[in-house]
């Protein structure tokens, strides 16, 4: 009966758990058009469109000439969106924080640390 209590304890912590992230993420959810003025040619702007899919969070990279790319990972670590990819066969990590109705951070890649800025798409 007391490791019943135990599991049934445990299971309700991680359902709890889980279901605080996604609520944490649902605030994201949508279409940012980011800014990342000293990302190269091209990159420089377009959106990201964050989902949930299957259960899972999601984001996909819509880059100025209308290329798309699809986030390899979605989470929310630390109060931050981090956003986890790969462009042109590099890693980018993109963390983004919620800062006056705005998303702010960085992209860290090989071209180094760039500073980002999305402002959510009026539907």
């Not at 949930?52 to 986030?71: L, V």
């Amino acid at each position: 009966m007391k490791k019943n209590l135990i599991v049934l304890t445990v299971l309700i912590s991680v359902f709890s758990f889980t279901a605080q992230a996604q609520g944490a993420a649902s605030k994201y959810y949508g279409t940012w058009e980011y800014e990342c003025k000293e990302a190269p040619y091209g990159f420089t702007t377009g959106e990201i469109v964050i989902a949930k899919k299957e259960n899972k969070s999601t984001a996909t990279i819509i880059f100025e000439d209308g290329n798309t790319n699809e986030a390899s990972s979605v989470k929310i670590k630390n109060d931050s969106l981090v956003i986890k990819t790969y462009i042109e066969g590099s890693y980018v990590e993109i963390e983004l924080k919620e800062k006056d109705s705005k998303l702010v951070g960085f992209s860290h890649s090989d071209n180094g640390t760039l500073n980002i800025t999305a402002k959510k798409k009026k539907e």
